[in-house]
């Protein structure tokens, strides 16, 4: 039996140092036009990395929302014609299960029926989700303590810069570019993914000094290491 798809999805990319850039460019033409980029470094043995096709450890991370049509575009393409965006790596593509509705517009140039709540939501999520919150730099110490407030139980900061074309310059005002940081949150229940997104949007979205945009993606499996 097919697994329903939701019409928003989170396209991920790893490719070498220099290459994201490239990347964007290519995505940019399938109408994929907001990334978060991050600075990585591989750890991988040198047999590793060539079976994968990086050249070097240094890595360009692209994390980008996306409407599902066009990332299958985008995918069906580098099947049939290879990428030409002159860059090696990897691509994957997550399930979003709940977007800040203003992004969720955006993205799919509808509107979507719960914005006043400020959060577009799958109600048949998995239990467990990955709530992705970016925030302008600074406020993640704010944003954190009104999710713990709500049931998280803690979170990670990742530093990262917005490339987006000029087709979503709108997403999201002024702030919305340049250096944002990201807080990766764990929710162990569907209630608790609730709680956490609409306190986080309640309190620092919309045109908050914070400017949070939040996405959750499913867990499919969890392990504690101790």
């Known amino acids: 039996m097919s697994r329903k798809q ?7 990319t790893i490719v070498e140092r220099g290459g994201g850039q490239r990347a ?19 750890t991988a043995s040198s047999d590793l990395l060539d079976l994968l096709g990086f050249g070097t450890s240094e890595r360009d991370i692209l ?33 979003l299960t709940a977007a800040s509705a203003k992004i969720a517009g955006a993205l799919l140039g509808a509107h979507i029926s719960n914005a006043e709540e400020g959060t577009a939501m799958e109600q048949n999520a998995k239990k467990q ?29 990742i530093r990262s810069h917005i490339l987006r074309s000029e087709e979503h310059d709108s997403f999201g005002g002024p702030t919305f570019a340049g250096e944002r940081e990201l807080l990766v949150i764990v929710a162990s229940s569907q209630g608790e993914r609730n709680a956490i997104m609409e306190s986080i949007d309640k309190a620092h979205g919309g045109e908050s000094a914070a400017h949070a945009i939040l996405y959750s993606m499913p867990i499919e499996q969890m392990v504690h290491i101790s």
Not at 33 to 42: D, N, Q, T, V
Not at 133 to 153: D, P
């Open 6 to 12: 939701t019409p928003l999805c989170l396209l991920c």
């Open 63 to 95: 994390i980008s929302p996306a409407r599902r049509s066009a990332v299958d575009a985008l995918v069906e393409e580098i099947h049939r014609d290879g990428s030409h965006m002159r860059a090696k790596g990897i691509l994957f593509v997550l399930p």
């Open 129 to 157: 989700s990955m709530i992705l919150v970016a925030v302008n730099q600074g406020y993640t110490e704010a944003v954190m303590a009104t999710a713990k407030a709500a049931g998280a139980r803690g979170g990670t900061v």
């Open 24 to 42: 964007f460019r290519t995505y940019e033409k399938h109408g994929i036009a907001l990334h978060y980029r991050i600075s990585g470094e591989g």
